[in-house]
């Protein structure tokens, strides 16, 4: 399963109640976590939300904005200064690898772990974090070079074969725990294989979480797959017209539009411009929402939380509410 913690839902700027960009990602109920975009406070938000800097995993900046890297450097020196010793995985366009050099160079910031980088322009294959969840990129389109990230957690759930230890007259007790876990035993002057004893599930679920965007539909193929997408919806569609393209965002009725064109199960919607800070503001984007698409959604809160289980089922655990269709 994946679980997902809103650390900002603000665009551009923070407001009295949401920050800027960010977002964190558990996954399989490991103590390890990622962080997707790192806007400026971001670590007072990993503290309110009480996360540990010790077990972030990896680190995922969608662009070169402000709003979502300007946090970036203040979290890694607080992990430094907080004796963090095993390295991060930094995914990120190669100017923030750049951006970083400068900053240690010049703050003298000596971290005690080491990052170790990976350009986002450079990933074309899925990039496996570790056993349980791998990581993939999408393009997107914006001021900036723009992506999207894709999180596939993957659980396999081991089952003994009740009915060939039966058969083979192995007793209950260690010899049935340690060939749950892997491990061949003898057994009467033979060896007994895990493997051909066990009943092994292997389950997916996959979601997308994307940077800033002006078409939607860049994701359609990767949508496919997906049980749920995490879209900026900055405007509403009246106030993207008055604006213009300039900024090149998404409104509500675009992601909308598109999330039903390709049946998507489960949507979240994120990044509001600070222009919607009172509940009819945000009623305003939910009430486009609902005018075009007919799935699941939320529109997601500061410290809001969401888990997507294995069969794809989006829940919310912690504040907020969904909206009414």
Known sequence: MLQFTFLGTSSGVPTLTRNV????????????????????????RIQQAKLSLQH?????????????????????????????????TLIAPKEIQQWFAVTCQFTELFLPYPIHFIDVNTLTNPFQLDEHISIDVHHLHHRVTSYAYGFKATQTQR??????????????GKLWGDLQQGQNIEWNGQSVLSQDVLIQNTQSVYAIVGGDNDQPELLSNACQDAALLIHETTYTQSI??????????????MVAEFAESIQLPNLIATHLSARYHDAQGVQSIGNEIAQYYHGNFYIADDFDQYELNMHGELTQFRTGKPWEK
Do not use: F
């Not at 558990?26 to 971001?42: F, M, N, P, R």
């Open 56 to 88: 972030l995993k990896a680190i995922c900046i969608t662009h070169v904005h402000g709003d979502h890297c300007y946090g970036l450097m203040g979290l890694l020196a607080s992990a430094g200064m907080n004796a963090r010793k095993d390295p991060i």
């Open 240 to 253: 993207l017209d008055k604006v213009g393209a300039g900024p090149m965002h998404s409104s509500a009725k």
């Open 21 to 44: 960009s960010g977002l964190a990602i558990h996954y399989c109920k490991s103590k390890d976590w990622i962080l997707v975009d790192a806007g400026e406070g971001t670590q007072h």
């Open 159 to 172: 089952k003994l074969n009740v009915d060939v230890l039966n058969q083979l007259k192995i007793p209950k």
